[in-house]
């Protein structure tokens, strides 16, 4: 009979302290995890993409591994009219991760942009980036997780919203 009160203050800790400590510590900011110190552009390439499965990057073809394989996804793609168009077409991703929940602008250039996304309620940060690829025509992407092993698809499905709306106001 002693068994039964220590299942079930171990069922009570387990499904009721349990979330609420991981909720303080999400709200505290414990949760964020570090800036990586290596974001930006280098020889036309943007970070690689994480080992695990918790990332995206347009670029993921140019690396190993099974994260690559993962985070394979396609850039995003504008009209080339005029030398301003990566530009005009990079302004206006920043206004439509403007209107995202989360999101905050890190860096913006001409040619590169650089925004942090917090969830609500546990305050993981994602980090993304979009560079105008010099060729033209395209903006490659990264967008990665900062802790845990997989981010459940969170960062495709952001990029596949930008990439549906980023068409959806012209290109």
């Keep these: 009979m002693k068994l039964l009160p220590a299942l079930l203050l171990t069922l009570f800790l387990a499904l009721v302290?349990?979330?609420v400590v991981?909720?303080?510590?999400g709200q505290l900011g414990l949760l964020k995890?570090?800036?990586?110190d290596d974001l930006g552009v280098r020889d036309s390439q943007l970070k690689p993409p994480s080992r695990?499965?918790?990332s995206v990057s347009s670029q993921a073809g140019a690396y190993d591994g099974d994260g690559a394989r993962y985070a394979a996804i396609e850039p995003l793609r504008y009209a080339?009219?005029?030398?301003?168009?990566g530009a005009q077409a990079l302004t206006r991703i920043g206004e439509i991760v403007l209107k995202?929940?989360?999101s905050?602008?890190?860096t913006s250039a001409p040619d590169y942009l650089y925004v942090q996304f917090t969830t609500r309620w546990?305050?993981?940060v994602d980090d993304a980036e979009f560079f105008v690829a010099p060729a033209g025509g395209v903006i490659h992407v990264r967008s990665a997780s900062r802790l845990g092993k997989s981010d459940f698809g969170a960062n495709r499905a952001r990029i596949e919203h930008i990439r549906a709306a980023l068409a959806a106001a012209g290109g």
């Design 33 to 36: 995890g570090s800036m990586p």
């Design 104 to 106: 905050r602008i890190m």
């Design 17 to 19: 302290v349990g979330p």
């Design 100 to 102: 995202m929940p989360g």
């Design 80 to 85: 080339p009219a005029g030398p301003q168009a």
């Design 22 to 25: 991981v909720l303080v510590a």
């Design 52 to 54: 695990t499965p918790n």
């Design 122 to 124: 546990l305050g993981f």
